[in-house]
Antibody, heavy 117, light 108 residues
């Protein structure tokens, strides 16, 4: 059974880079789709992007210029880097998994990231 | 980008009643790749329905999905106390993947 766990700083300063890691157990980051989603307080879900096919990526055009998703296969983890953050990037960040052309069937518990000086 | 509009914003019902939630897409959803999620406070979303009408593993049969093209419905029969939550739809057939804003199902 696949399980995911996000980790990273809960507070990031404006203009800096938000960096999160998702640790995967029960599955491998070299297969399937590995996804980042976020949810601002009191708002809906926003897809950030995903990594698939052992390293290929696809990003939401609204964030594409600031986002990088990558994997560390030796640790079976994948990561999110979001640069030049502002208060609008304050949100709960989730990692998730999808198999092939299916939706997101496994989610991490989420981690709250606040952008503030 | 496909915009998903959910209605109503809030639905107030009693346990034992039937809930009908709507999700309308701004353009046709490719291959009816439409999913429904349930989200409770402080928790991650839980996949209920995929492919518009297929139940995810472990989801009770009181949850059902229907629709195609641009109009989709989630029906919850015989509401249980644990069903009161926020429900959102998602289209995953076109990039960018998008979500609806959610329908809050509350106890009347």
């Amino acid at each position: 059974q696949v399980q995911l766990q996000e980790s990273g700083p809960g507070l990031v300063k404006p203009s800096e880079t938000l960096s999160l890691t998702c640790s995967v157990s029960g599955g491998s980051v070299t297969s399937d789709y590995w996804i980042w989603i976020r949810q601002p307080p009191g708002k809906g879900l926003e897809w950030i992007g995903y990594m698939y096919n052992n390293g290929r990526t696809k990003y939401n055009p609204s964030l594409k210029s600031r986002v990088t998703i990558s994997a560390d296969t030796s640790k079976n983890q994948f990561s999110l880097n979001l640069n030049s953050v502002t208060a609008a990037d304050t949100a709960v960040y989730y990692c998730a998994r999808a198999v092939d052309s299916h939706p997101f069937d496994v989610w991490g518990q989420g981690t709250m990231v606040t952008v503030s000086s | 980008e496909i915009v998903l509009t959910q209605s109503p914003g809030t639905l107030s019902l009693s346990p034992g009643e039937r809930a009908t939630l709507s999700c309308r897409a701004s353009q046709s959803v490719n291959r009816n790749f439409l999913a429904w999620y349930q989200q409770k406070p402080g928790q991650a979303p839980r996949l209920l329905i995929y492919g518009a009408s297929s139940r995810a593993t472990g989801i009770p049969d009181r949850f059902s999905g229907s629709g195609s093209g641009t109009d989709f419905t989630l029906t919850i029969n015989r509401l249980e106390p644990e069903d009161f939550a926020v429900y959102c739809c998602q289209q995953y057939g076109s990039s960018p993947i998008t979500f609806g804003q959610g329908t809050r199902l509350e106890i009347k």
